[in-house]
């Protein structure tokens, strides 16, 4: 059996649940702003499943419930810095977004660094609240201790997802946004509650070994995708994201958490890019030919990335968003109980 919700009446809801554990009306909107993103456009990994994670870090005390976000006088020219007061990292976005667009409609290029924020969820929603408003995007962050970097065989970088925008007038954008690691880790952890096994080479067990299986690859250790390439890449994100920001890597957001269980915490760099700002008069519109390039990459059959979460997303807009039956009574348990649900 499944149920299905227009979208404000899951926003609704799953609001009501963190308000029930104890987020602010800062934090509590902003998170099921992004859950719900997550489960309308078939993101299920950074969709309502993650609404338990939530819950167990602030019942550790890992994150603030009453942070309010604030913009940080450190901030100068192109770069804005938002202090997420040790709440979660989208409503400090939401804060900073306006001065990101203003400086990087003014300068070309303008960096928002968000300090001291739990981070969970995907990054398309900020990449696209970017690209609305004519600017390309560049978001990462670290996150905690879980990928061997290639040729290692110890958790040592994060997932550390990387995401892209480029605004297309008239149509959805073309976004990328992916895991530096062959998979998110909540594909991983969604495959152990399936009882499924992992495609191979996603990750080795505790003793450094190839494995298939979930639970050895949550004790052990994921892959960067590409082998060194990816590895590279992650390592870049921990430099950038972390050390650069004055902010957490992965193993120190590790060990701030002492778990993998609960969200981690540590910063994350959002950069924003006017293209008629770098196109500088220079011959050709940037837009039109970026058309060109994208339009030869669909006439050879192939498609773009995001293509599938717009059509997942018009689907949801169109029909509402469906929930297992396991997934209703889970929501059901969590407004029942608040924090004692988890
Ligand atoms: P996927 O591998 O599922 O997808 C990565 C990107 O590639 C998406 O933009 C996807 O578009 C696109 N894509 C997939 N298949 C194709 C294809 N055949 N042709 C063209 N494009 C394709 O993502 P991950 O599992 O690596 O990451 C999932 C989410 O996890 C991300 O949103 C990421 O931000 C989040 N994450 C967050 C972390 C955090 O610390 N906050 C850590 C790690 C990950 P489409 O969606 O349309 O399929
Ligand atoms: O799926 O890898 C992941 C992840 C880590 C933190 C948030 N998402």
Redesign the pocket.
Known sequence: MSTTYPIKTLLDRVTAIFLRAGLNEVQAPALARVIVA?ER???T??GIYRIEGVLRTVKAGKVRADAVPQLDPAGQGGIIRVNAAGGF?SPAFELGLPQLVDRARELGLAAMVVNDCT??????PEVEAITDHGLAAL?L????ASVAPSGGTRPLL??????FGWPRPGRDPY?????????????IELHRRAGKPLPEGWAIDPEGQPTTDPVAALAGAMLP?GGHKGSAIGTMIELLGGAMIGDLTSPEALEFLGTTSL??R?GELILALSPEKFAAGRPGNPFERAETLLTAITDQG???????????RARSQAEGITLTEADVQLLDRLLDLGLDAV
């Open positions: 997550g456009d078939a993101c990994s950074h990292s981070h969970f969820s995907a990054l398309w978001v962050c670290p996150s905690y994060g997932t550390n997802p990387l995401a976004v990328f946004d992916f895991a530096t690691s062959v998979a998110a880790r909540g594909e995708f969200a981690p540590h192939a498609r773009l990335p995001s293509s599938r979460r717009f059509a997942a």
